[in-house]
């Protein structure tokens, strides 16, 4: 099975293929972003592995993903962002009771994981989507 370097690259590549082919158009700060989901949802297949890189930095991600979606909804009171902490954090707790190529690997996995990206840019949700089917056809074994 590849490593986290390989899953990373056949992510990038595989997201950049589904930038040209929707034609998303990229400016500084969403290419950014999507290289940053790309890379993530690239290894997030792994998250339930207890010694993965994924699994050390997510823990860290969602908990930061959670305080800004939480000042959003207080501040700009934009409800999208309660349901982003909701299932992102769902999520996390989840794999913390999964055994590895389970259920994490599993298309249902790669659309319940990208879609608190949906309630902030469809793009998001695509380029997480592919980036995390990605790892699963690199390690050829994907479940539905």
Known sequence: MPGYKAHIA???VSS????NLFQIQLTLENASLLLAIAVIYSL???IDID???INDAIEILFL???LISLLLLVHYE?????WAILISNSVLLATKFMKHRGQFHSI???LLTSAPLYFFN???FIIGVVAFISHLVADREIKF
């Open 44 to 46: 997030l297949p792994d």
């Open 108 to 110: 249902r996995a790669a």
């Open 16 to 19: 950049a293929i589904v930038v």
């Open 51 to 53: 010694n993965s890189k």
């Open 64 to 66: 930061s993903a959670a």
């Open 122 to 124: 469809p793009s998001l």
């Open 10 to 12: 056949i992510g990038l």
């Open 78 to 82: 934009i409800k999208e962002a309660f």
